[in-house]
């Protein structure tokens, strides 16, 4: 299902984000979405950049896509684990409180991780969380 557009012509006091990736509408207009979605888009963005991948900011991000070609052990998950937390607490740290991150993988599925992150939006105060899978 597509993401709703967002017209351009709307509500002008209501603040407006573009979408991450990048996308178009069908009436040529960029897609926007809400503040909610927007900081999952930024967390999206720290897990899934590799450090060395920004130009500009080489150490931003916390490479978590390396993780598919590493075999799947309590060690590997912890450390990932910690680089996630502080990857985040880095780079959004002005925007969310991280309350945890969990990695695991069920008996039998080894082969898929799951990263669970539990923050709270500082400017609402409101507890989120989002659940990625590799």
């Given at each position: 299902m597509m993401p709703p557009e967002i017209p351009?012509?709307?509500?002008p006091r209501?603040?407006?984000?573009?979408k991450y990736p990048l996308d178009v509408g069908s009436t040529s207009v960029l897609v926007t979405t809400t503040a909610d979605d927007h900081l999952r888009d930024l967390i999206l963005q720290v897990l899934f950049t590799s450090p060395g991948e920004r130009l500009n900011l080489p150490?931003?991000?916390?490479?978590?896509a390396r993780l598919v070609f590493?075999?799947?052990?309590?060690?590997?998950?912890?450390?990932?684990?910690f680089l996630i937390a502080s990857g985040l607490q880095q780079w959004?740290?002005?925007?969310?409180?991280?309350?945890?991150?969990?990695?695991t993988s069920e008996p039998g599925y080894e082969e898929t991780v799951t990263i669970a992150i539990e923050y709270v939006v500082k400017t609402t105060q409101q507890p989120q969380a989002l659940t990625v899978q590799l």
């Open positions: 351009a012509q709307s509500d209501q603040q407006r984000f573009l150490e931003f991000g916390a490479g978590v590493e075999p799947n052990s309590e060690p590997l998950r912890a450390s990932a684990q959004l740290g002005d925007r969310i409180d991280v309350s945890s991150v969990a990695l």
